[in-house]
Nanobody
Framework: QVQLVESGGGSVQAGGSLRLSCAASGFGSDYYAIGWFRQAPGKERESVSCISNSDGTTSYADSVKGRFTISRDNAKKTVYLQMNSLKPEDTAVYYC??????????????WGQGTQVTVSS
């Protein structure tokens, strides 16, 4: 079965850290680019970060640059999102998805269940 499963969310205070995991099955985590997205209540889903499948190039939204780090462990077929210096505005459900390329379209239309991140002030 081809799928990505997110985990690692939780509730933290502002300034805290969390590490999200995106575990791939069906394909390796380096078969396509993988992007992290988030959706806060009442807002549209937005791109947070991406890691390419070709050379591991990473990209970040301006709002998280310098605080979040995306990485990939191909042996574990997992992509991570290390989130430091969390802010209340980072509160959202976080999703990972396969992309044809960073900044490109999603490979599959469906989204996983996501993982909730709540940051309190």
């Amino acid at each position: 079965q081809v799928q990505l499963v997110e985990s690692g969310g939780g509730s933290v205070q502002a300034g805290g850290s969390l590490r999200l995991s995106c575990a791939a099955s069906g394909f390796g985590s380096d078969y396509y680019a993988i992007g992290w997205f988030r959706q806060a209540p009442g807002k549209e889903r937005e791109s947070v970060s991406c890691i390419s499948n070709s050379d591991g190039t990473t990209s970040y939204a301006d709002s998280v640059k310098g605080r979040f780090t995306i990485s990939r462990d191909n042996a574990k077929k997992t992509v991570y999102l290390q989130m430091n210096s969390l802010k209340p505005e980072d509160t959202a459900v976080y999703y990972c998805t396969w992309l044809w390329s960073c900044g490109g379209r999603r490979v599959y239309d469906s989204w996983g269940q996501g993982t909730q991140v709540t940051v309190s002030s």
